[in-house]
């Protein structure tokens, strides 16, 4: 070994593995490559020892991820050293660092070709692998007979053939127009005679893809695949090197059983009882052993076996045989027998009378779902949906929900469409569908696309009776403290059409209803004001007798929005404003909508189109499949384009008795965009815009909406002038080797512009950069940080730990332990408000680069403002408002010295980018400031904010400000931010020293760092405090 | 096709082998390693070996501080593969003896020639240790 081993080659992988970091790697290699490189470049001196040196370690390199952009000609012309060593090296570095189409190849193919004909078979098999792993066109073109006649030549021995018989599998593969396999049957059928297990092997692979391409043409092997398997199953005649584990060659009784589920059936009697006996004795036979090696291999051919009984469709005692062998399966401790399991019982779905026996094992695939492993959590999931039908959809939907309350980020979207899909399919009343698609709205609204609310609009409008039990389940989920949008959409759309109908319930009269609805009003963007506004004016038209204090506060509604900046909300509140004038005549313009004309489940027809696309093997493209052909095996040849039945629509069969096929499909939504056209001008309840563009067109599942609204919020934060306030002691990175690393970048200033807008890096360094991207609603917040590694080597020992205040509940999800160079992980954060305080929320970071210990603690952009929700108030809204909190505690009022001078226009945006609506015009004086948020925490859940200050203009460092809300902490908590936002405070006490952010910390820093209070106050106790105040 | 690729990666995500059968650019593999790489080693031992990503499935095993990683088309037999892996490190075993990390380290072309008897263009050429050992053990004789 010492002999042929490569000094120079094993100091280079040595050196390589002492570097400490990423850099010293990266050295390395490029003073290795620029060695190789002037050494190539005075080619005369190698030796082809030294060559064959150089180019394993181009392979080394090239494996270690860095580009090699030269010396493959040095690699490729090794292929035709005389010597088998250097002739060797540059056959498999070629075939490593080169791709088929790379023009050096064309130079090689003839000394390929000649060691492929030649007499020496150690190079031929050399000559045979490379080929047969990049080989392209042109050695198709030139080399395919010679590999035919090596193949099937009775001289050339077993080692020689089977790369002969993998080498043509390739060609075949590439270039099926060059490689002529007519009249081949003859010659497979005598390849499978074949007695070396290694020729037979790799012959069977070639088979496969023979057989796959044109099955009609191979019956005559057929008889010998069963031969094969008789034989390896009876152990005849297989030497010892072939059993693994006692078990006659594995992977050939695997590709042998593969090759027959090509063959539709097999009509031969003799030749069927032989398989089915073979077939039996494998489901029969094969036991649980304790060595995990035999055991694998063993269960490797029993789920081949099984896969081959259902494509054969046996008899039916046979069938449930397997089930029950599948529900065992599913039980047992073993992961990968469970995972198999569950993922054959999703294959056995196709045969359809199997579907029953199935359903009993129904209890252990909903308990796979909560399995810790995701990857049987997907087969559950795919096979509880697989076997969804009429009968058991009641159960499998409603566990879908319980789970959905816990699933993990990653299965949530799945999970959701999956139960949206099932409740539609196979809803055994409507009012379970409604109800189920409010739950899930309710549960996970970022997953619930339009398309899905939009479908249970058209439900309730076609189906009377539905109506008011809509209605009233609307009304009720209106009542919950934190409500998605989507669900304040599809509510108040719902209780506009059809609140009437509830009109002598308890909390249902229109008044009330309008209320609760309109109490959703501040937090709702712009895609939800037109439903509300349509909502309002039919909630209008339907009180009986009229109420004028309702009319009135409606119309207040409708003629601020006559000025609003967006086409469609100003159209509808002008148009409503003037319609509700008419009075009676309103009765005939706003009627109730139409029905809407039937169509095909957008959702459905989407999930299709979406399976078709993805390559994961799921049930509902099986079961298309399934109705093209009965094949199992999914070759790429199978016809995916045709396009499956509708499936069978339960809620249509309720009140919609038929299915409208694709071309009733595209004549009724013209006539539904004709009506439409109308309904634009003349009727006052039109869909919107992108509700008629998402209604008719091919439907996207979108992902949360929530991007949009946080667009608009990155809008009006993009303003300079972030508070200029110096930071305590918040960012304490500590390090072994403190000294060796600057962060980038100013970290306080990171944090302020982040606290501003919802997207930005929070830390970077040279080797990790963290980004962060938030989204909030109401009094939860979604941040999701983002780790990316900036070097060529991992990162490890990452620990990531949030350090919470009190009134915040942080939940970080699992941080891996270590960052793959060039990687980025993203860790998911949930954050819920649960009362007002400025406290921040730290997240203390470390991570190992080489021996450099580091670690930082950065506070997160979790702050008081993402809690805010800018809202309009009118003056009518305002003054009653302001006048009923009269005084401290919930109203207080402080004057501010030391201000940090700013034009009014200025100090407005300023507010405006913490998220306090500017409300101008309410106070008569220009030089006062009037604004109004909505704060959101579980403890005081949505509270109007409201927010005057008065400026001086002879003295614009002073100013007066008064906060009323009705929260005593909320008020004291909201005046001490805005305090903050205001003045300019004066560099931090750093001490003595160069100010650099880079201190060693003084204490673990246990508790959150100091806020940025502006008084060092007991921030921790406000109550107290404001005692003290007042 | 079968297998797509065979990775040895130790513990820390270091690559130790690989070997691809079917093109990719080289940031295409960065990028494919670092993602299977995070996705495979996180998981723990009661959890099956079986990972499916993209739209197709890695076959894993672990031996020691070295896992080896094998992609492989969605339909193919999943516990095949996971002994094929077997297979190989007891080949490597028998060659090595004892084979460690540091083997395949400084052995990069040994463990290719292994790899390149057994499978070829993503299928399985040859399961008999003897045959798949007898290049090798032919060249060291000569040289």
């Given at each position: 070994m010492a002999m042929h081993g490569m000094r120079g080659l094993s100091v280079f992988i040595s050196d390589i593995r002492n570097c400490s970091n990423k850099e010293q790697e990266r050295l390395r290699v490029d003073k290795e490559l620029g060695n190789i490189r002037t050494r190539f470049k005075n080619e005369k001196g190698l030796t082809p020892y030294e060559k064959k040196k150089y180019v394993w370690k181009m392979l080394y390199v090239h494996m270690l991820?860095?580009?090699?952009?030269?010396g493959h000609m040095e690699a490729v012309s090794l292929i035709s050293a005389p010597k088998y060593p250097e002739k060797q090296v540059g056959y498999i570095v070629t075939s490593c660092l080169l791709n088929e189409n790379h023009d050096f190849l064309r130079l090689a193919i003839n000394t390929v070709r000649n060691d492929i004909i030649g007499r020496n078979e150690t190079f031929q098999c050399l000559a045979l692998t490379m080929v047969g792993n990049i080989g392209g066109r042109e050695f198709a073109e030139s080399l395919a007979p010679d590999v035919q006649k090596l193949l099937l030549?009775?001289?050339?021995r077993p080692l020689v053939r089977k790369k002969a018989a993998l080498c043509l599998l390739r060609l075949y593969r590439k270039n099926p127009d060059v490689v002529n396999v007519d009249g081949w049957a003859d010659r497979m059928a005598q390849l499978l005679d074949e007695r070396d297990l290694g020729v037979l092997t790799s012959s069977m692979s070639l088979f496969v893809a023979l057989v796959s391409n044109n099955h009609e043409a191979y019956w005559t092997c057929l008889p010998k695949c069963v031969k094969i398997l008789e034989r390896l199953a009876r152990n005849q005649d297989v030497p010892q090197e072939y059993t693994y584990y006692g078990i006659p060659s594995p992977w050939l009784q695997v590709k042998t059983m593969r090759a027959l589920q090509?063959?539709?059936?097999?009509?031969d009697p003799n030749t069927r009882r032989v398989l089915f006996e073979v077939l039996q004795r494998i489901l029969m036979g094969t036991d649980v052993v304790k060595n995990v090696n035999k055991n694998n291999a063993s269960h490797a051919v029993l789920f081949e076996a099984l896969a081959l009984v259902m494509h054969l469709d046996a008899e039916k005692e046979m069938m449930s045989q397997c089930v029950a062998l599948l529900g065992k399966f599913i039980a047992v401790r073993e992961p990968n027998i469970r995972y198999l399991g569950l993922e054959n019982m999703t294959r056995m779905l196709?045969?359809?009378?199997?579907q029953d026996i199935i359903k009993r094992y129904q209890a252990q695939i909903i308990a796979s779902l909560k399995d810790p492993d995701i990857s049987i959590r997907r087969r559950a999931l795919d096979l509880l949906y697989g076997m969804c039908d009429v009968s058991n959809a009641k159960d499998i939907v409603e566990e879908l929900l319980q789970y959905l309350s816990t699933a993990d980020f990653a299965m949530r979207e799945e999970l959701s469409l999956k139960a949206a899909i099932l409740a539609e399919k196979f809803a055994p009343d409507l009012s379970w569908y409604v109800n189920v698609i409010l739950q899930l709205i309710d549960k996970a609204g970022d997953f619930i696309s339009d398309d899905i609310w939009f479908r249970v609009v058209q439900f309730v409008t076609n189906n009377e009776d539905l109506q008011p039990y809509a209605a009233a389940k609307a009304r009720e989920y209106l009542d919950k403290p934190a409500v998605h949008e989507t669900m304040v959409k599809v509510s108040a759309y719902i209780l506009g059409e059809f609140g009437h109908l509830l009109a002598r319930r308890p909390g249902c009269s229109p008044k009330e209803i309008f209320n609760v609805i309109h109490e959703k009003h501040p937090t709702v963007s712009t895609s939800t004001i037109p439903i509300l506004l349509s909502a309002y004016a039919k909630i209008l038209m339907h009180t009986h007798p009229p109420d004028p204090e309702l009319r009135n506060q409606i119309w207040a509604i409708f003629n601020k929005y006559?000025?609003?900046?967006?086409v469609e909300i100003q159209q509808r509140a002008a148009e409503y404003f003037a319609m509700s004038r008419k009075g009676d005549a309103l009765m005939d313009i706003l009627a109730e909508m139409p029905k809407f004309p039937e169509r095909q489940s957008a959702l459905i027809k989407k999930a299709e189109d979406a399976e078709i696309d993805a390559a994961e093997q799921s049930a509902i493209k099986l079961r298309a499949q399934q109705q093209m052909s009965n094949a199992l095996v999914v070759t790429n040849q199978s016809p995916a384009n045709e396009t499956p039945p509708p499936p069978v629509n339960q809620l249509g069969l309720v009140k919609m008795p038929s299915i409208s096929s694709n071309l009733d499909h595209s004549s009724a939504d013209q006539t539904l965009s004709v009506a439409n056209g109308t309904l634009t001008t003349v009727d006052p309840q039109p869909p919107s815009a992108d509700l008629l563009a998402d209604i008719l067109g091919p439907l996207a599942i979108e992902g949360p909406p929530g991007a949009a609204v946080q667009s608009e919020h990155n809008v009006v934060s993009e303003m300079e002038g972030v508070p200029n306030v110096a930071d305590g002691a918040a960012i304490v990175p500590v390090g072994e080797e403190t000294n060796s690393l600057q962060p980038i970048g100013n970290i306080a200033e990171r944090f302020h512009a982040l606290c501003l807008k919802d997207s930005g890096v929070l830390y970077e360094d040279p080797y990790i950069q963290i980004g962060i991207k938030a989204e909030w609603r109401a009094h939860h917040g979604r941040l999701v940080l983002f780790l990316g590694n900036k070097n060529t080597s991992p990162l490890v020992s990452v620990q990531a730990l949030i350090l919470p205040p009190a009134h915040l509940k942080v939940e970080l999800s699992l941080v891996p332990e270590t960052i793959p160079p060039r990687a980025q992980v993203q860790c998911p954060l949930e954050v819920v408000n649960l009362r007002p305080s400025r406290d921040v929320a730290v997240l203390d970071f470390s991570y190992k680069f080489g021996t450099n210990m580091v670690n930082v603690k950065l506070r997160l952009p979790a702050v008081l403002n993402k809690f805010l929700q800018p809202i309009p108030v009118s003056a009518e809204e305002f003054f009653p408002q302001w006048r009923s909190l009269s005084g401290p505690p919930l109203k207080l009022q402080e004057v501010v010295r030391g201000v940090r001078p700013l034009p009014l226009l200025e100090m407005a945006n300023q507010l405006n980018c913490c998220r306090l609506m500017i409300c101008p015009g309410l106070d008569p004086n220009p030089n006062n400031l009037v604004a109004s948020t909505t704060f959101y925490s579980e403890s005081t859940r949505a509270m109007l904010c409201l927010v005057r200050i008065e400026t001086d203009p002879a003295d614009r460092t002073q100013l007066r400000v008064t906060i009323a809300s009705g929260d005593p902490t909320l008020t004291f908590e909201l005046k001490e931010f805005i305090k903050e936002q205001l003045i300019d405070i004066p560099v931090a006490p750093h001490g003595p020293g160069p100010a650099t952010p880079l201190t060693p910390a003084p204490t673990p820093a246990a508790a959150p760092p100091a806020s940025l209070a502006v008084q060092p106050t007991a921030a921790n106790d406000p109550g107290a405090l404001l005692a003290g105040l007042l | 096709m079968g297998i797509r690729f065979v990775l040895m990666v130790n513990k820390q995500g270091q690559t130790r082998l690989a070997q691809y059968y079917e093109w990719l650019t080289l940031e295409e593999r960065r990028a494919l390693e670092g993602e299977i790489v995070r996705k495979c080693l996180?998981?723990?031992?009661?959890?099956?070996s079986f990972v499916e990503h993209r739209n197709y499935k890695i076959v894993y095993r672990r031996y020691a501080s070295l896992f080896f990683l094998v992609g492989v088309d969605n339909d193919e037999n999943e516990l095949a593969i996971l002994e094929f892996i077997h297979l190989l490190v007891e080949t490597m075993d028998r060659h090595f003896g004892n084979v460690c990390e540091l083997d395949i380290m400084f052995h990069l072309e040994k463990a290719h020639f292994m790899l390149e008897e057994m499978v070829m263009n993503g299928c399985i050429v040859e399961t008999s240790k003897a045959n798949i050992l007898a290049p090798i053990q032919l060249m060291d004789k000569t040289s």
């Open positions: 991820g860095y580009d090699v952009d030269f030549s009775s001289s050339c090509y063959f539709p059936t097999i009509e196709m045969v359809t009378d199997v006559e000025s609003c900046i967006d | 996180a998981r723990t031992e009661q959890q099956c």
